[in-house]
């Protein structure tokens, strides 16, 4: 494999240089060009075919991974989730004790204070 990849790109290498060298402009030219067009369609189904396998095992793999880490994180997920809201209920009723304490001063008697 690792020498098939090797030989996979030295081709890719020599193809992008050929490319960069190629000149089409007369007919022949143009043929010249269209048969190594076909060659370089050619790598590039050589390359998906030795590619594929390997990205489609790494893209299986990581599709577990995830599916087992949302499987460890769901309950810490729910778990994170109900201590917020119980922590917001408790705030929630701080605020209201609070409101309550407030109308209550504000309601009671007040005491006239005399200046001397």
Avoid: C, W
């Amino acid at each position: 494999m690792k020498n098939e990849m090797m030989e996979i790109e030295k081709e890719a290498v020599s193809a992008d240089r050929k490319a960069q060298g190629l000149i089409v402009k007369t007919q022949l030219d143009y043929d010249t060009a269209n048969q190594f067009l076909k060659s370089i369609k050619e790598l590039q189904a050589k390359i998906k075919d030795t590619f594929g396998p390997i990205i489609s095992k790494a893209f299986q793999a990581h599709k577990e991974a995830k599916a087992q880490e949302t499987k460890h994180l769901e309950p810490l997920i729910k778990a994170e989730s109900l201590i917020k809201n119980k922590m917001l209920e408790f705030i929630r009723e701080q605020e209201r004790i609070r409101q309550e304490q407030k109308e209550n001063y504000k309601q009671r008697p007040r005491r006239n204070v005399r200046k001397h």
